[in-house]
């Protein structure tokens, strides 16, 4: 994942937002209220976009077979081919297309095609009121955290860390959306039991850091595009939150830079919480701290219930949590539990 190169975008658009017609005073506001989305029935349709980086190979036929799988109909985003340098079109386009789907009747869900890079220069671009009149909901993870926290920023609205339109839509993914979206199930979030096939060196495994059991919402995401994100409008307020992180590709030093970040700008003293996934491809070099060395150095000292090793981020599974909705976190068991319907009530 190519993400680094366009994560500082965001901080030039912050400061030249007067000269491209921008008013950044209009969301220093956070909504605090959290908006849930309208429920996803079989047989309606969703959209894709790609709101990131452009597209390769079979990704399109991934994601519409995966739809298709589900019982959905599928509707593409006009500009999803596009290509402009490495991302999926132009901002506008790739605004365009997200802004339409949130406006588009026939489309009851949006789902992120692919990540890479680019999400957080379209984040100025989104129609938030049009987004707080047709709450709709948008999955996706990687790139997509830069949406899932402006969206919660600056509509409240709840939306889903979990697989993207192009990612392997397995038994363990469709069986997971059909009980949370279309039978609106309270789940709970449990790594998959050990089985004698899969005792190998890839076994996912939860370690708790600190035991106790916490109740409060769920925010973050991708570490690299969250810690990005600090000091803007989309930077969500942790407070009393449970913070969940993963990341894919980076070596240690740049994890403990991050993780410095959610320290000096207040994250860490604010959680009551914390769950951190997978790291991929994030192996140390010779004579550096490992990732698990790192995350314990900075959660260790804060006391809270904490674990690691959950199945969010780049691997094959992956949990469908819904960001910004209340759940209970047991880090004794490496659980976590939804507490409440996160779909509006038809």
Known sequence: MNKRSFLTTLGLLTATGPFLGIDFAKLEDKTTTPLLPNALLRGQTVGIISPSAAITGTMEITAKEGMKALGLKVKMGKYYKNRYGHLAGTDEERAADFNDMFADPEVKAIICLRGGSGAARILPLIDYDLVKANPKPLLGHSDVTALQCALFCQAGLISFHGPNGSSSW???????FQQLFFEQNLLTFKNEKETAASLDTDTIQIKTLHPGI?????????????SNLSGTPYYPDFQDAILFIEDVGELPYRIDRMMSTLKLNGTLGKIKGFVFGQCSDCKPTNGS????QIIEHYILPLG???FIGAMIGHIPKQFILPVGANVQLNANLGTITMLENVFKKS
Do not use: T
């Open 304 to 306: 809270i219930p904490a």
């Open 170 to 176: 397995n038994d363990f993914h469709i069986n997971q």
């Open 289 to 292: 701290f490992s990732v698990d």
């Open 214 to 226: 916490v109740d409060g919402k769920i925010l973050g995401g991708n570490l690299s595009v969250l």
